[in-house]
């Protein structure tokens, strides 16, 4: 895992420095590192696409291809 949390989760995907399987390691290091960011900041989400993937982890790909896209989630 990547340890540079200067940069998001989302940006690290695209960067191809983190692997989206790595997300909940992501999530830990936010709560070890006690961030002032809301956890959906943190991992380079709006709001809707983490709820989104609250609701479906599964839809973490769809996310980071719309970040790459530079597309909304509809």
């Not at 692997?19 to 961030?35: K, R």
């Not at 709820?51 to 530079?70: G, M, Q, R, Y």
């Amino acid at each position: 895992m990547c340890e540079d949390h200067s940069t998001n989760f989302i940006a690290l995907c695209l960067q191809g420095k983190t692997l989206p399987t790595e997300i909940d390691d992501y999530i830990d290091s936010w709560h070890e590192n006690d961030s002032s960011k809301p956890l959906h900041d943190f991992l380079g989400m709006t709001w809707k696409e983490y709820s989104l993937w609250v609701s479906n982890p599964d839809f973490l790909s769809h996310i980071i291809t719309a970040h790459k896209e530079k597309t909304a989630i509809k």
